[in-house]
């Protein structure tokens, strides 16, 4: 079977959507508390981050690099699967909790990553670190129920194509324990290459019968 590090539900995937989840995130609460434009444009660089275009760039790339393994992977399997004549198996059950613990898991992370970020920002700048300020201070209002609904759509994601992942792996195992019926095979006859002369047909066919036979009594 795949390692799990390569599955759509492996921690490289899941990375993966948490830094592109943080990117959303962070550019979201700038974008909602100043609007667009220059405002926006101002508060990004004299905030400390200069650091952050390219840092958008390598979370972005990371996050279609594995948007497109991913659509590999579902592509091969469904192709695995119609090579097999499987027919769908049903979807796992139990969505609820596994968007609960999903979006919790990509919460916190995205939580703990834009506490970090915006410390490091402060710190750099005014020589302190902001710390929980930056999720339920003043400066940041509007930072938690954004970073709530991001991870909430990054988790819903999540949980939609991992059950599309299962549910072809689970259709494909079914279809490989089917027994098979045996193949047959139709060939032709088997020619040996001895091809038998008619007898009439021999150098001795061209003589007459026996008198002997020929004579009537």
Same mark, same amino acid.
């Given at each position: 079977?795949?390692?799990?590090?390569?599955?759509?539900?492996?921690?490289?995937?899941?990375?993966?959507?948490?830094?592109?989840?943080?990117?959303?995130?962070?550019?979201?609460?700038?974008?909602?508390?100043?609007?667009?434009?220059?405002?926006?444009?101002?508060?990004?660089?004299?905030?400390?981050? /200069?650091?952050? +275009?390219?840092?958008?760039?390598? *979370?972005?790339?990371?996050?279609?690099?594995?948007? !497109? $393994? #991913? &659509? %590999?992977?579902?592509?091969?399997?469904?192709?695995?699967?119609?090579?097999?004549?499987?027919?769908?198996? /049903?979807?796992? +059950?139990?969505?609820?909790?596994? *968007?609960?613990?999903?979006?919790?898991?990509?919460? !916190? $992370? #995205? &939580? %703990?990553?834009?506490?970090?970020?915006?410390?490091?920002?402060?710190?750099?700048?005014?020589?302190?670190?902001?710390?929980?300020?930056?999720?339920?201070?003043?400066?940041?209002?509007?930072?938690?129920?954004?970073? !709530?609904? #991001?991870?909430?759509?990054?988790?819903?994601?999540?949980?939609?194509?991992?059950?599309?992942?299962?549910?072809?792996?689970?259709?494909?195992?079914?279809?490989?324990?089917?027994?098979?019926?045996?193949?047959?095979?139709?060939?032709?006859?088997?020619?040996?290459?001895?091809?038998?002369?008619?007898?009439?047909?021999?150098?001795?066919?061209?003589?007459?019968?026996?008198?002997?036979?020929?004579?009537?009594?």
């Amino acid at each position: 079977m795949t390692p799990r590090s390569c599955r759509i539900s492996g921690p490289i995937a899941f990375w993966a959507l948490a830094g592109l989840a943080l990117l959303v995130s962070h550019d979201a609460i700038f974008f909602v508390q100043h609007g667009p434009g220059e405002t926006l444009t101002r508060a990004l660089r004299d905030a400390g981050h /200069a650091y952050w +275009t390219v840092a958008s760039l390598g *979370l972005a790339a990371a996050g279609l690099a594995t948007a !497109a $393994i #991913v &659509a %590999v992977r579902l592509l091969r399997l469904r192709s695995h699967a119609r090579r097999l004549g499987a027919a769908a198996a /049903a979807r796992p +059950t139990g969505w609820w909790g596994r *968007l609960l613990l999903t979006w919790g898991r990509l919460f !916190a $992370i #995205v &939580a %703990v990553g834009f506490v970090i970020q915006e410390s490091a920002e402060h710190f750099a700048m005014h020589g302190h670190a902001i710390g929980l300020g930056a999720l339920i201070g003043p400066e940041y209002p509007l930072a938690l129920p954004i970073l !709530a609904l #991001v991870s909430l759509v990054a988790g819903l994601i999540t949980v939609l194509v991992t059950a599309v992942e299962v549910a072809l792996e689970a259709t494909i195992a079914a279809a490989s324990r089917q027994p098979r019926p045996p193949r047959r095979l139709i060939r032709p006859p088997a020619d040996l290459g001895v091809h038998r002369i008619p007898i009439l047909a021999r150098a001795a066919a061209g003589r007459a019968p026996p008198s002997v036979l020929t004579h009537r009594v």
